[in-house]
């Protein structure tokens, strides 16, 4: 090291003592973007999950969330056509534009379409970006039934088994919510009671005939997954949903008739019963979706994970 005369210290920079260094560049943990994966990454960061709201949560693979959203989005606008008949936005815009436009216009388009006040407020899909790490969230708007649309596409994924075929490289798991609400002990009680109606005799339901009690019965397990939260706990959230059901419907954590999902996150709690299924029980492979929970939930706090039917 020497001075420049002044009594100031000049940076040897033949780095001759091993310590060469770079400016840090910061942004996507050193990642470089480029604008529309700016401008996406802000779009879905700019929405927020809203009581009421129904759809799917989606796992993915750590710091692959831009990835695993430009996949979602693909498969939503596919089998949105196919099942619900939604015509994309894309196929739309393919149509109108009959003359060729230069790479920069294309990019102000996309950037333009994915803003907010351009989307329409009833756009079958919203991809939400939850504040943490692994995990977004695809808002669903009718005539698309989220537990429809998820048991197609990881059945599909299923019978897939050669790797190219697969729709998705850094999608894990998706799992359908009917309805979402507060993630009190009241939210609780209320999503419960208008979720589990459809599928299970209540409770609080118990008019029906003796000869009657066994003859709608059906199995089932509760699976919950807690994110981020630390007022509700897991097994009192068991315990609630299970007193809500009628006796007549028994407990069976190894091979249920239906699962009941419940997904708690931050403030917000959704709940959807499923058909259970290999698809719900099976997650291995992280490159082929899968329905329901996995083995051990991402975000979900050590020890508490349950496997789900």
Same mark, same amino acid.
């Given at each position: 090291?020497?001075?420049? =005369?002044? =009594? ?33 990454? $802000?779009?879905?960061? =700019? ?5 009421? &709201? ?13 990835? #695993? ?35 920069? *216009? #294309?990019? /102000?388009?996309?950037? $333009? ?9 009833? #756009?079958?899909? &919203? ?30 994924? $299923? ?18 919510? *009917?309805?979402?609400?507060?993630? *009190?002990?009241? =939210?609780?009680?209320?999503? #419960? ?27 089932? $397990? ?70 329901? /929970? ?13 496997? *789900?039917?």
């Amino acid at each position: 090291m020497e001075t420049n =005369g002044k =009594g100031k210290r000049k940076h040897d920079a033949s780095g001759a003592d091993g310590s060469g260094w770079k400016r840090s560049k910061g942004g996507n943990q050193g990642k470089w973007m480029t604008p529309s994966h700016k401008t996406k990454l $802000a779009a879905v960061r =700019g929405r927020s999950l809203e009581v009421g &709201d129904m759809g799917f949560w989606v796992t993915c693979q750590r710091q692959k969330e831009m990835r #695993a959203a430009d996949e979602i989005l693909s498969i939503c606008e596919e089998y949105g056509q196919k099942l619900f008949g939604i015509n994309s936005d894309a196929a739309d815009e393919a149509a109108e534009d009959e003359e060729p436009e230069d790479i920069e *216009t #294309a990019i /102000e388009k996309e950037i $333009a379409a994915m803003r907010p006040a351009n989307k329409p407020k009833d #756009a079958p899909f &919203d991809l939400l970006k939850m504040n943490v790490d692994c995990v977004l969230f695809m808002r669903t708007r009718a005539p698309v039934d989220p537990l429809v649309l998820v048991r197609e596409i990881c059945n599909d994924a $299923a019978v897939a088994k050669d790797k190219s075929l697969w729709r998705s490289r850094f999608i894990n798991k998706l799992t359908p919510i *009917t309805l979402t609400g507060k993630a *009190t002990e009241k =939210g609780l009680e209320d999503v #419960a009671m208008k979720v589990l109606s459809d599928h299970f005799r209540l409770a609080d339901a118990e008019t029906e005939e003796k000869d009657d009690s066994e003859g709608n019965a059906c199995s089932y $397990a509760i699976r919950p997954t807690i994110r981020a939260h630390t007022t509700l706990k897991r097994g009192d959230v068991i315990e609630k949903v299970a007193d809500m059901i009628s006796k007549r419907h028994k407990v069976d954590l190894n091979n249920p008739d239906k699962v009941i999902v419940v997904e708690i996150f931050q403030t917000f709690l959704g709940m959807s019963v499923v058909a259970a299924s290999k698809s719900t029980a099976d997650s291995e492979g992280p490159k082929e979706p899968t329905e329901g /929970e996995d083995s051990k939930p991402e975000g979900e706090e050590e020890g508490k994970s349950q496997h *789900t039917a």
